[in-house]
């Protein structure tokens, strides 16, 4: 019995294994198909943006793969000297980083506070704030527009930076909350046992032993403020617009714009990819956690 | 607060610190209790910049859009639940509904299978890692430039849309690049040939094999002359032999003047690659040619009899222009091809873990048993997977029902109600012109109502996790 499974399991192997390899090398070509579909289109733009406007309205981009000399950094070079998308990409900047900055800060704080201090009610708040992580930002924004007109900040990057912050304070608590409950209980007593107040747990202990989870954090919530586009849409004027509303408003004439959109669309993807590919692990860390688990 | 929170049993569920002893309305200043409120104050100190924020700009919000809800669009009448029929009367809003609902059906069944799918595949590859990074690569960006990227590949025109240059493509290749002449016709006053119903140019005499028969057309602007084109008056001399038909299909119109109209004169040029085709006196297609750089043809193998040379109405076709990607039909589909080029490598990274956290050898031993590959997928990958597939699907319902962007960025004006979406339709309503803040703060509480399932989800995974 044994034996006859033996011999014949090795046989059937043996059969399969030309198909296993062919079934392999359909499989490789798929992916690569795949691959390719995902490529062409950012290829397509990339290409187009380093086409002249003329050459874009009258034949596809695909012809500069068999004619590279019609690519230049015409399109960039005028881009970079209009004052009003280089203003834009500026804005973008002093967006993300101070709202980044904010919300890894008062996210850090509130997690310690639930995850290890004692207050009432602290497991029904904490409640709460799981339950807004799914809550949508159309819902904030006649509100809050109606808010900071009264207190002025409308239109401002203040205010802009003020609602990215709220909104992106529930998945934030939550994420941090989790990662320092899982701190070995000792470590704080013994800390405590020191005397070391709490303050200096949070500084001295917590914050160094989350920085993985705050990495995460941090490039989740900068990817994500600085990619926005219906939050700024509504809550920056001209001056404090980021580089996705200075862009959506050129959207209009698209044919004719192509020449602006598409080297403005890579401007302002170029950070999000160098940030992608330098962090990859921590990003992708922060998707998973972001994911409802 | 529409929050479904149920009853959160008092006891903490995590021992962390334990009430301190003492804690009671006896022991009035003991320093115990002294502590006890200084730590209280200190929580309230670390807490205090989170829940100010998120009391005044998400729960408030959330109170007042309620409250708004129920008033006129101005704001100055109360009117109950009118906000919320008319949303279900109003024609734009209900398609926003429609379509808001094609997303929820299509696209988190769509990203999650193709997420599963390339996720087992890219199992059995060596480049798994690249492929991935390639796949996840256009989560970093916005939904602007992913709008951007996907607005220019739909574009109509074959000479500037990827997607319309290959659908030409193919369309050309299997069922035949017919090189046409949508602007030609007869000369005014032309007797030999007679136009069709379907489009079509006929000779309105019949003919014998062996003779040879030249079609004159005009109305060929110079530029539209195709440059392989050829003087035809060389190959107008040529004899036709038995059981064939000769002649040229050529532009009856001479360069700079002179020419006899109805002749092939020196210098007028034959029309390439036309289909010319020769019918029976049953009207039945018997044979066909297409014509040669100098408009030449050559109709062979005919019986005796008499046949009439025909132009067909693919001659005279417009060509083939491809798809209307962004036009009000195709639109909501085009926008959800978009959507998944961005998410599915968030769907294949997902389920690429769980496959990698998944017991090899309850695999391994489903194939020793015989297994093949297909049932091992169906009866235990999928099974297996079930919790990690269910995460993916209920995140992509959730991003689905708050879509915005790339509706706002890919659908051109005159489409976009064609491809309204509620979070959209609340956009638009609100502050696009709409102006009816009623009907806006109603839209929006209808988002929230439809993310609440989630949120309780939420909230149960979540106290499930801790006990």
Known sequence: MTTAQGTAAPRRRAAARPAKWLSRGVIQVFLLVVGLIWLTPAAGLFLSSLRTEEANASSGWWTALTTPGQLSLDNYTSLLKDSGIVQAFWNTVLISVPTTLAVVAIAAL???AFAWMDFPGRDWIFLVVVAMLVVPVQIGLLPVAKLFGALGLFGSIPGVVLFHTAYGLPFAIFLLRNYFAEIPKEMLEAARMDGGGEWRIFSQLVLPLGRPAIASLAIFQFLWVWNDMLVALLFADNESQPLTVALQSQMRQFGSNIGVLAPGAFLSLIVPLIVFFVFQRHFVQGIMAGSVK | MPVTTPAVAPASSRATASHPPGDTPGGASSPARRAVRRRRRIAALFLFPALLLLGALVAYPIVFSVIRSMYDASGDSFVGADNYTA??????????????AIWVVF?????????LVLAVLTEKIRWKTAFKLLMFMPMAISFLAAGIIFRLAYEQDPQRGVLNAVT????????????SFPTAKVRLGDKQLAKGHDGSYRTAHRTGPGNTVNLGLVGVAPKDMPSQARPAAPAAQSRAADGELRGVVYLDFTPGGGGTPGTVDRGERGLPALSVEAVDSHGKVVATATTAPDGSYRLAHLTPGSYAVQLPAKDFAPPYEGISWLGPALITPAIIGAYMWIWTGFALVLIGAGLSSMPRDVLEAARMDGANEWQVFRRITVPLLGPVLGVVFVTMVINVMKVFDLVYIIAP???QQDANVLALQMWLVSFGGGNNQGLGSALGVLLLLLVVPAMALNIRRFRRSQS
Do not use: E, W
């Open chain 1, 110 to 112: 509130a997690g310690y």
């Open chain 2, 413 to 415: 004006g005159p489409v």
């Open chain 2, 107 to 115: 696209a988190p069944a769509l990203l999650t299978g193709l997420g």
């Open chain 2, 168 to 179: 030409v493509g193919i369309h050309d290749s299997t069922q035949g690049k017919s090189t």
């Open chain 2, 87 to 100: 949303m279900f009367q109003d024609p734009a809003t209900l398609r926003a509904i429609r379509n808001s």
